[in-house]
């Protein structure tokens, strides 16, 4: 077995690669060693921030954690992130006036869309517009096979209400509704969870699917689509991707 193998809370990652400490659109919150994950996720998350980078220059998105280099258990901290098919991103942020900026750590969001850096004794703002970029983005592309976004309902909220009011497609608004999630005793207000769902090669190789498929990208149906595609996929293959319950925590 290699890659990812198991389950995103109960499992390792065998020939995972490290994410850049910082490249195009983006840098590492910590230099602590936690910035592993398979190569199809690393790939996906490096072409996302230089593709926000180009259509919206600014601040920089700040990257938290993703698998120790063999995965496994990241307690306290994080209930999953074991399998390197994680990572914890930032929200972006502007000064009050709108100028994009590094998000200087994990800064809870209020209702208003503002939040406090005490340490610099200054009001910042969600930068709707670039967080927008970022969800859309990781959802359109098909080989990343983007699962689930994790984040508060009210960012959840306000992305859509962006999205809708700045005129995105049906299609897209269908995959964030359905990716945008905020998973039951972990409300993240403060960074979005990003992870990635296990395609075929994956499964082959010990990756266990947790939670739905989405149709757009692992060519298997939601429950009551059309089954077309899944013929060639064994019938143990085929019951790895039966939607599963989400765990309590997501962390």
Aim: hydrophobic share 40%; with cysteine; aromatic share 6%.
């Amino acid at each position: 077995m290699r890659g990812s193998v198991g389950l995103p809370q109960a499992g390792v990652l065998v020939g995972g690669e490290p994410l850049a400490k910082e490249g195009r659109g983006y840098a590492m919150l910590r230099d602590n060693g936690v910035r592993y994950g398979i190569p199809r996720f690393t790939a996906l998350l490096t072409r996302t921030f230089a593709t926000v980078a180009a259509a919206r220059p600014g601040g920089r998105f700040r990257v938290g954690d993703l698998s120790a280099p063999h995965g496994g258990r990241l307690l306290p901290r994080h209930a999953s992130h074991r399998t390197g098919r994680d990572v914890d991103i930032l929200f972006p942020l502007t000064t009050m006036d709108g100028s994009p900026i590094d998000s200087p750590g994990f800064l809870p969001i209020r209702a208003d869309g503002t939040t406090e850096d005490k340490a610099a004794k200054r009001t910042l703002r969600f930068d709707t517009s670039r967080a927008w970029a970022l969800v859309s983005t990781l959802l359109h592309d098909d080989e990343g096979a983007v699962q689930w976004i994790f984040c508060a309902k009210p960012v959840r909220a306000r992305l859509l209400a962006y999205a809708t009011a700045a005129g995105a497609d049906a299609e897209t608004l269908r995959r964030a509704a359905r990716a945008l999630h905020e998973p039951s005793g972990a409300p993240h207000d403060d960074h979005f969870h990003v992870r990635i769902a296990c395609n075929r090669e994956d499964v082959a190789n010990g990756c266990i699917p947790y939670g739905p498929p989405r149709s757009w990208h692992l060519a298997i149906p939601e429950p009551g689509e059309e089954t077309a595609g899944t013929e060639d996929l064994s019938p143990i293959v085929r019951s790895l991707f039966e939607p599963l319950a989400m765990p309590d925590k997501a962390k």
